[in-house]
């Protein structure tokens, strides 16, 4: 049955489309800044430099325990902070600048150390670039939360941002091919190690341009308003104690821990089963794929965004998210099939079943997020979007990096052995296989129970947002 959602969005409610594109202008910052290394974090270290894939989930699991720190300190310092050009703009701004100059040290690491050596150094420079990030990165996802009070308005704009970040997650779908380039090579054989170099600074430079555009361009629109103005500064501990109350929000986080630790799981095994099992081990061609897979997720990504959009206007945002979920499920299961050396090609089927569902995790998620921040307005009395910004996005690459650090232990415990090449031990890839069908959809289903437990549907929401602006007036 199709809810009430109020699709008529009042002048006062919307937000200009030059305001949606300058904070969409930030998107793919916050894609690059994270994802570039865990996508191409297996084939740098593991493929090329031959380290146990331990060590590569050691690195990723290190960066994300970092933002376990940082990303719930900043979260509060920015709730906390007042400026004459606001909470949030100043930190946007700074942040942007120092995590352009110090991404690309991540990469510059002398390729004569040791494998434990080169770990550590992508480990300290990989924390000093993410506390920069994180000063951009968190009160930029809280900006997000203060456009608009409207239920359907908040969708649109983050329909905007992801069209930006479909286009950034396109670029990263080509790293791997891109690092390999002969422009790259060293004497005469390719390294990712060294395209990522000079691709880090390209990222860099992404960073600092488009970082910034947010701070210069987008008004935080609650922050005029006495409701923030004489709002009181709240402790670290107090300000994590209620945000872990919040019903609503703990649904969400879990369910989107469970979603992406599958989606990871799946990924970063697709890599392995696509490029040693139905591949025979071939680097380039894996790499070919993956751009392949990246014309096709990004397609499908672009096509379900408005789709999705639409459809959450006439049935809700949990329905829509209930139907992306559902549309991964069948990617996954279906790779039994279609992940065959007979046909590589049928590789891409699967991928424009992922492109089609996290067009709508992506979509929905950071608005559903906007309601769960109004639920805890009207039991708390306070806007605290720091704070849900920045245990929702540890949340969120936490899931995934939790989705690689398990593939890497697991994928030994197979057998697989990366100097064997495509010539693995007998039995080594159906028990990779079965870990890629088994392990994603257990994970994908728990995601779905919990959705169905979300109770902020859109009745509720206009519910809450009367009874805020007949608490404290409109914003």
Known sequence: ???????????????????????????????????VMVSIAYQVFNFELKMPPTYVAIILMSLRLWDGVMDPLMGWISDNFRSKW??????????????????????????????????????GFGILFYTCFTVWAMPYQSMLMEMTPDYNERTRVAEIRGYFQTVAG???????????????FIDGVASPVNGMRYISIIIAVIILVMGVIPAIFVKERYYETDLIQNQK????????????????????????????????IFDSYGRYVGTYYVLGGDWNEGAKFAGYGTFVYTGFSFLFIPLFRKLSEKIGKPKVLMISMIIVVVAVTTTWWTFTPDNP????????????????????????QVDV?????????ERREGS????????????????????????????????????QAEGVYDIMRIGFLVIPIVSLLIAILLLRKFPITAEKASEIRVQLEERRGKV
């Open 373 to 381: 921040v109004d639920y805890d307005e009207l039991k708390t009395g």
């Open 233 to 264: 500064k709240v402790k670290l501990t107090d300000s994590l104690r209620e945000t872990f109350s919040n019903k609503p929000f703990i649904i969400l986080c879990l369910l989107t821990l469970f979603f992406l630790l599958g989606t990871s």
């Open 1 to 35: 049955m199709a809810e009430n959602t109020n699709q008529v969005v009042s002048n006062e409610d919307k937000v200009p489309f030059s305001k949606k594109l300058a904070y969409a202008a930030g998107g793919p910052v916050d894609i690059l800044g994270v994802w």
């Open 345 to 368: 090609w049928l590789m891409l089927m699967n991928t424009a079943f992922i492109g089609a569902g996290y067009a709508g995790l992506w979509l929905m998620i950071p608005s559903m």
């Open 388 to 423: 849900f910004a920045s245990i929702f996005s540890w949340v969120l690459k936490f899931s995934f990096v939790i989705g690689f650090m398990i593939s890497g232990p697991v994928i030994e415990m197979t057998g697989f052995d990366a100097n064997l090449n495509g010539n």
């Open 86 to 123: 606001g909470r949030r703009r100043p930190f946007i701004l700074v942040g942007a600048i120092l995590a352009g100059l110090t991404y690309p040290l991540i990469w510059w690491f002398p390729t004569d150390m040791s494998q434990e050596g080169i770990m550590f150094w992508v480990i």
């Open 170 to 184: 396109f670029f990263n779908g080509w790293v791997w091919w891109l690092s390999m380039l002969p422009i790259f």
